[in-house]
Nanobody, 117 residues
Framework: EVRLVESGGGLVQPGGSLRLSCAVFGFTLLNDDMKWDIKWVRQTPAKAREWLCSIDASDGTTYYDSSVKGRFTLSRDIAKNMVYLQMNNLKTEDSGIYYC??????RGPGTRVTVSS
């Protein structure tokens, strides 16, 4: 069974940092099939779900939306079947529910991030 579980959200002040984790079950992160690429998306009341970044299953190449490039870093630990999203210099507009998901839209329940002073 394919399952993803996010963790690490919380309340942080503007300019602060958080590291989100995504534990994956039922498949391996190192995979030639691009359907197992992992992405992080953010959902807010004001916007539809927005794509933030992705990591290729085959070689770990990462891609970022311009709104987070330079502030967010996506990585993975293949042995642990974990994906991490390091978020630095957080802004109030980064607040939302963060989901990790596969290219086939398997996703976890999400973890809430609140950036507020």
């Amino acid at each position: 069974e394919v399952r993803l579980v996010e963790s690490g959200g919380g309340l942080v002040q503007p300019g602060g940092s958080l590291r989100l984790s995504c534990a994956v079950f039922g498949f391996t992160l190192l995979n030639d099939d691009m359907k197992w690429d992992i992405k992080w998306v953010r959902q807010t009341p004001a916007k539809a779900r927005e794509w933030l970044c992705s990591i290729d299953a085959s070689d770990g190449t990462t891609y970022y939306d311009s709104s987070v490039k330079g502030r967010f870093t996506l990585s993975r630990d293949i042995a642990k079947n974990m994906v991490y999203l390091q978020m630095n210099n957080l802004k109030t507009e980064d607040s939302g529910i963060y989901y990790c998901a596969t290219a086939q839209e398997h996703r976890g329940p999400g973890t809430r991030v609140t950036v507020s002073s």
